[in-house]
């Protein structure tokens, strides 16, 4: 049975159409870890993802970044705060968790990991990695915050607009300068990102191949009808940024 071996980013994605998504994270290798109504738990071969039945207050579209932590969350909690993580331990409708209300109104939960219920918690697939994306006009905040959570720079774009993070545990977080804060959840695919858009066509799922001046990215259509959900193919041209990192993404294979 796969446990986590550190933070975990396992963001939460709020869907009016739970099957859509399920068929998306399925056919790309993730692995149903944990289910319960109104709630699911993929594995995917870097990070997880939690599909949340949308509702009034939680509508369709929206993503809450959360990070798992196998460390006892009292310590986990303690540790954070004393990174600068503006994190606070509470009573939650999911039990004790620790809530990060951040500068620019962002909210995030550190979760203790959820417990595999299902199968072996290995995902089918190595190459599809969670990407947590965070927009503001504060990128030092928003970076300071996520090392506060574990996760390490990997790629620094040079003109500042892009930083993106490994999680110890596997998965990546982003930050996106941006005019206005938000949240996304995308991912990156570590291979020829055409065999994703292969096995997503063969489903009958809507995806488009765009050629970036960077990488290319699958977009792919939202089961919940908004903008197309972006999987990036994990980036080799490194010009015009920074390689901070010693070694590969860490994955949940």
């Known amino acids: 049975m796969r446990t986590l071996t550190g933070p975990t980013p396992r963001p939460i994605r709020f869907t009016a159409d739970i099957p859509g998504w399920q068929l998306i994270l399925k056919t790309l290798g993730g692995t149903l870890i944990s289910e319960h109504p109104g709630w699911l738990v993929y594995q995917l071969g870097g990070g997880r993802v939690a599909l949340h ?5 939680q509508p369709a579209g929206f993503t809450t970044l959360a990070v798992e932590d196998p460390t006892e969350l009292t310590k986990a909690v303690q540790a954070a705060a004393a990174r600068g993580v503006p994190v606070t331990l509470e009573e939650s409708d999911h039990g004790p968790a620790g809530v990060v209300r951040a500068g620019d109104g962002t909210f995030l939960w550190l979760d203790r990991p959820t417990p595999v219920e299902v199968g072996t918690g290995a995902a089918e697939r190595p190459e599809l990695t969670t990407l947590q994306i965070w927009y503001g006009q504060d990128a030092g905040l928003i970076r300071g915050v996520l090392e506060g959570l574990g996760a390490t720079p990997r790629l620094v774009g040079d003109n500042g607009t892009w930083t993106d993070l ?6 990546l977080a982003a930050v996106h300068a941006a005019d206005e804060t938000g949240t996304e959840l995308s991912f990156e695919w570590d291979g020829d990102v055409e065999e994703a858009q292969q096995l997503l066509t063969a489903e009958g799922i809507d995806c488009l191949l765009i ?4 990488s290319r990215t699958l977009q792919v259509a939202d089961p919940d009808g908004g903008k197309r959900i972006w999987i990036n193919e994990r980036q080799t041209d490194l010009y015009g ?7 590969p993404v860490a994955a949940d294979a």
Request: charged share 25%; aromatic share 14%.
């Open 241 to 247: 940024y920074t390689d901070l990192s010693s070694g």
């Open 53 to 57: 039945a949308a509702s009034e207050d």
């Open 211 to 214: 050629d970036e001046t960077y």
């Open 166 to 171: 490994v999680y110890p545990g596997g998965g």
